[in-house]
């Protein structure tokens, strides 16, 4: 099935007529920790099939962060919303990207104590 595309430039044209638009990348948004900066994984709970069988489904709203100091739980969209703020907040700023939203730097989770070598 395909779907019509949105009139994206006219709803551009329309919003730059009553507000300051400002365009944000919105890379590593709703993949980010908002609070802290890990990686945000799906998360999978029972699901109950036709047949009666429990099996484990992913769902896409909700992520969790995979660091075990934060683990926090979000609405995806409300992480993203969050992160696409700090963005915002870093161009009226003239600061740097968030670290783990720039496209060369995705974190890996270590273990607590690791340095990136690898060494306590």
Same mark, same amino acid.
């Given at each position: =099935? ?82 696409? !703020?700090?963005? !915002? ?16 730097? =995705? ?14």
């Amino acid at each position: =099935m395909e779907y019509p595309t949105a009139p994206v430039k006219k709803i551009q044209k329309e919003m730059h007529r009553h507000a300051k638009v400002i365009k944000v990348d919105e890379y590593g948004t709703s993949r980010g920790c908002s609070r802290c900066g890990g990686k945000c994984m799906g998360v999978k709970f029972p699901k109950q099939d036709k047949e009666g069988v429990v099996k484990l489904s992913r769902s896409h709203q909700v992520v969790r962060c995979s660091s075990n100091e934060c683990a926090m739980c979000w609405q995806r969209d409300r992480n993203s919303s969050i992160n696409h !703020l700090k963005l !915002l907040m870093c161009m009226l700023r003239n600061e740097e990207r968030p670290a783990y939203m720039r496209r060369e730097h =995705m974190p890996t989770i270590r273990p607590s104590g690791v340095d990136k070598l690898g060494k306590r």
